[in-house]
């Protein structure tokens, strides 16, 4: 199959047409081991094949091949956009029909940015990772059962989070299509993604409406979106990340005026996620926006991906489930204590990664080699 890669990109000789640029990465999605994409200016094209760099044919594409892809991609204004320095990251679909036959989605995960070009001015980069629209089960993913009785009260905010590439997003996506297949009361969800991965097309919906809304593109940003959530009556916000203090100050009034909020966060420990909210607003601020955080927590979780024994990655979760016992506990500390108080209570309500860990290791899932990395790092 990687031949039939290269044949296509090889094939591709002068200005890309839009059908050849589907072409192209429809024949990468169908490669075994196909990772990512790499067209650039005045470079050959390229893809990870399980791992690693395939060159695809022996022609570099020139600069104005690669602004030509860009527009396909992203639309007239793209190459004006990463030359002012921007970079675009989104998503992509392609559908494709053999006559006859069912028609065929495929979704890719794009960035887009400016590079030195081979010829030393401003050149295009572009990465196409291919990504499965369709969310996995959730039964799949091992949820302890602590976690998933907490996926959906009926108001609140709960936060995972992890570090890029920790599988979040598929956490996120998996409980939305639980929730779908299975609520026969059914909610209405509004996601605002940066970019949107999984669509819930396919799902067995028995009667919830979902309104997906990718950043920046549909909607300028995510506070921007969660505002004008509160417009429309969801019972389910979900947002891509809690960046800024704006984004988290709209969740947090979100969450206490009766929606469930489901949000992403950068922090490798529970007793990190607070305190890094927290120090996104001015220090006059600080304390109060604290107490709105601890009112509105209902669950925090973190997760990491980490080798199997046998190939591919397990999730080990951190997490801690926020009643109002440990509310109360929590009201009790200050900025200066909040993580350590955090860290306490999971140890002792909740489950670390090392506890994780020691679970995966005992049943065979993870080796001596990455308990012990995680024993030394926590």
Same mark, same amino acid.
Request: aromatic residues 4%.
């Given at each position: 199959?990687?031949?039939?890669?290269?044949?296509?990109?090889?094939?591709?000789?002068?200005?890309?047409?839009?059908?050849?640029?589907?072409?192209?990465?429809?024949?990468?999605?169908?490669? %075994?081991?196909?990772?990512?994409?790499?067209?650039?200016?005045?470079?050959?094209?390229?893809?990870?094949?399980?791992?690693?760099?395939?060159?695809?044919?022996?022609?570099?594409?020139?600069?104005?091949?690669?602004?030509?892809?860009?527009?396909?991609?992203?639309?007239?204004?793209?190459?004006?956009?990463?030359?002012?320095?921007?970079?675009?990251?989104?998503?992509?679909?392609?559908?494709?029909?053999?006559?006859?036959?069912?028609?065929?989605?495929?979704?890719?995960?794009?960035?887009?940015?400016?590079?030195?070009?081979?010829?030393?001015?401003?050149?295009?980069?572009?990465?196409?990772?291919?990504?499965?629209?369709?969310?996995?089960?959730?039964?799949?993913?091992?949820?302890?059962?602590?976690?998933?009785?907490?996926?959906?009260?009926?108001?609140?905010?709960?936060?995972?989070?992890?570090?890029?590439? %920790?599988?979040?997003?598929?956490?996120?996506?998996?409980?939305?299509?639980?929730?779908?297949?299975?609520?026969?009361?059914?909610?209405?969800?509004?996601?605002?993604?940066?970019?949107?991965?999984?669509?819930?097309?396919?799902?067995?919906?028995?009667?919830?409406?979902?309104?997906?809304?990718?950043?920046?593109?549909?909607?300028?940003?995510?506070?921007?979106?969660?505002?004008?959530?509160? @417009?429309?009556?969801?019972?389910?916000?979900?947002?891509?990340?809690?960046?800024?203090?704006?984004?988290?100050?709209?969740?947090?009034?979100?969450?206490?005026?009766?929606?469930?909020?489901?949000?992403?966060?950068?922090?490798?420990?529970?007793? %990190?996620?607070?305190?890094?909210?927290?120090?996104?607003?001015?220090?006059?601020?600080?304390?109060?926006?604290?107490?709105?955080?601890?009112?509105?927590?209902?669950?925090?979780?973190?997760?990491?991906?980490?080798?199997?024994?046998?190939?591919?990655?397990?999730?080990?979760?951190?997490?801690?489930?926020? %009643?109002?016992?440990?509310?109360?506990?929590?009201?009790?500390?200050?900025?200066?204590?909040?993580?350590?108080?955090?860290?306490?209570?999971?140890?002792? @309500?909740?489950?670390?990664?090392?506890?994780?860990?020691?679970?995966?290791?005992?049943?065979?899932?993870?080796?001596?080699?990455?308990?012990?990395?995680?024993?030394?790092?926590?």
């Amino acid at each position: 199959m990687v031949e039939n890669l290269k044949s296509v990109a090889s094939a591709i000789n002068t200005q890309p047409t839009k059908d050849e640029i589907s072409a192209l990465l429809i024949a990468a999605m169908k490669t %075994d081991g196909f990772g990512d994409l790499y067209l650039a200016s005045d470079r050959v094209p390229a893809a990870k094949i399980h791992g690693k760099p395939v060159m695809l044919s022996a022609r570099k594409w020139i600069h104005g091949e690669i602004e030509e892809v860009v527009r396909h991609l992203d639309g007239p204004s793209g190459p004006a956009r990463l030359l002012q320095g921007n970079q675009i990251d989104r998503s992509f679909e392609v559908v494709h029909r053999e006559p006859g036959g069912k028609a065929e989605r495929f979704r890719f995960r794009l960035n887009m940015t400016a590079i030195r070009s081979g010829r030393g001015d401003a050149g295009f980069a572009i990465t196409a990772r291919g990504i499965n629209w369709m969310p996995p089960k959730l039964d799949q993913l091992g949820l302890e059962p602590e976690i998933k009785e907490q996926l959906f009260p009926r108001q609140g905010l709960n936060i995972i989070a992890g570090s890029t590439g %920790d599988g979040k997003s598929t956490t996120l996506a998996a409980a939305l299509r639980d929730l779908i297949e299975t609520d026969e009361i059914g909610k209405v969800i509004n996601t605002y993604e940066e970019p949107i991965e999984f669509v819930y097309d396919g799902c067995q919906n028995l009667c919830s409406i979902v309104h997906q809304s990718e950043v920046p593109i549909m909607v300028r940003s995510f506070a921007d979106g969660i505002r004008a959530s509160m @417009r429309r009556n969801p019972d389910i916000i979900l947002v891509g990340e809690l960046r800024d203090n704006e984004t988290i100050a709209a969740a947090i009034e979100a969450s206490m005026t009766g929606h469930l909020v489901w949000g992403t966060l950068h922090a490798n420990r529970v007793a %990190d996620v607070m305190r890094r909210m927290v120090s996104r607003f001015d220090k006059e601020e600080q304390a109060s926006r604290l107490g709105d955080i601890i009112s509105s927590t209902r669950l925090l979780m973190v997760q990491r991906l980490v080798p199997k024994v046998g190939g591919g990655r397990v999730a080990l979760r951190e997490y801690l489930v926020c %009643d109002d016992e440990v509310r109360g506990m929590l009201f009790e500390a200050s900025l200066a204590t909040i993580a350590h108080t955090v860290d306490g209570l999971v140890r002792e @309500r909740g489950k670390t990664l090392l506890a994780s860990a020691k679970e995966a290791h005992a049943a065979g899932m993870i080796s001596d080699q990455v308990l012990t990395h995680m024993e030394k790092t926590g």
